[in-house]
């Protein structure tokens, strides 16, 4: 082979081959590991979201270690919590149901359109004969529950493998983010620390944030639905909470559901009610609560926002709408990094002086 500069050599060539040898063979390792990266970045996210938490602790002279401890501890106590929360109601309330039926269908037998097809299809018998068996079925829900249950905690390797990658990188994460910006040697180790500084803070920032933006979702939606007196009110507040983590799309899912129960509970004046409150509630969330908590920590474009929460969701599905937001901040800030450096770079040119005519020639003296 020969160009402008000459022929290449043999060696160049069998060097280029090996070197795309060598990336497509990378490549499908990468292809093949793909479940195992996938844990350690989830394994990393966790890192820095409870990383805060865990300083907060260490701060106040409590070891590492237990530091990392507590919270793992803090957070089994708070699953523990909504467990508690949630499934005592859904069984009281699915025992009130099955007293209750009997009596709305002695309300639906006075219309005489329904009291005519019921005496036509026996359709109050055969409701108050499931309505009596409802209780007992949640023991075949429990079953179902179960079977579904063992199904997701057949991945409880992962987890353990999730929690343990976790909890090393909590421990040893300075000393091995230390180690992988000293790499590129002492002149760009400030440099490169700074940014992760920023990629950290940010990114913990948008979890606290998040969290908190999403408990008061689940108050409001809570507090609301007990004083309208809405059946499965904990259960539905936490749903609501949970959702609401999701960005964008997360929130009106949430009131969505929650307004097809009011609207089985008292149409139209509970609906009527839960709308006006979830509205004036999202627009509070959107144009004062979610500026004021994100205003420090996270400032990226509401298209970059769209865009990265339609890509993580097609990649990881809800994982990877809840993770876009502080991957595109961490993108945008190594962009404006690479951009100032950019710029800094480049050569400073002198301004053009003002225009002016030369002199004219002056006689030599005789």
Not at 235 to 240: E, F, R
Request: cysteine-free; proline content about 7%.
């Amino acid at each position: 082979m020969v160009t402008q500069s000459g022929p290449i050599s043999t060696r160049a060539i069998v060097r280029i081959v090996l070197t795309v040898a060598a990336t497509v063979a990378l490549l499908y390792v990468l292809y093949l590991v793909r479940s195992t990266l996938l844990l350690l970045f989830i394994a990393v996210f966790l890192a820095v979201a409870m990383g805060p938490g865990v300083d907060w602790f260490q701060r106040r002279g409590i070891p590492r270690g237990l530091s990392i401890l507590l919270v793992y501890l803090l957070l089994g106590m708070s699953v523990v919590g909504v467990g508690l929360l949630v499934v005592p109601p859904i069984v009281t309330q699915v025992e009130q149901l099955s007293k209750d039926v009997p009596g709305y269908l002695d309300d639906l037998r006075e219309n005489k359109t329904f009291r005519d097809y019921d005496d036509k299809y026996d359709i109050t018998k055969k409701l108050n004969d499931q309505a009596k068996t409802l209780p007992t079925k949640l023991g075949d829900a429990a079953g179902a529950l179960q079977s579904i249950t063992v199904g997701v905690f057949s991945a409880l390797v992962q987890l353990v493998s999730v929690l343990t990658m976790t909890f090393f990188l909590l421990l040893e994460g300075n000393r091995i983010t230390g180690f992988l910006l000293r790499i590129r040697g002492p002149d760009k180790e400030e440099k490169y620390r700074k940014i992760a500084t920023d990629i950290y803070r940010s990114t913990s920032g948008y979890v606290a944030g998040n969290l908190i933006i999403s408990v008061l979702a689940g108050l409001t939606a809570y507090i609301t639905m007990t004083i309208l007196g809405v059946p499965f009110a904990v259960p539905l507040a936490v749903l609501m909470a949970f959702l609401d983590l999701i960005p964008l799309v997360g929130a009106t899912i949430g009131g969505v559901a929650i307004g097809l129960v009011t609207a089985f509970h008292d149409f139209p004046s509970d609906t009527i009610i839960w709308a006006i409150v979830f509205i004036v509630y999202q627009q509070l969330e959107n144009n004062i609560i979610q500026p004021l908590v994100y205003r420090r920590t996270v400032n990226v474009s509401p298209l970059l926002v769209i865009v990265s929460i339609l890509i993580g969701s097609s990649l990881i599905g809800v994982l990877g709408a809840l993770v876009a937001i502080p991957i595109a901040a961490a993108v945008q800030i190594v962009a404006k990094d690479v951009w100032a450096a950019s710029r800094a770079a480049r050569p400073i040119e002198a301004p053009p002086g003002p225009d002016f005519d030369p002199p004219p020639p002056q006689p030599e003296p005789v």
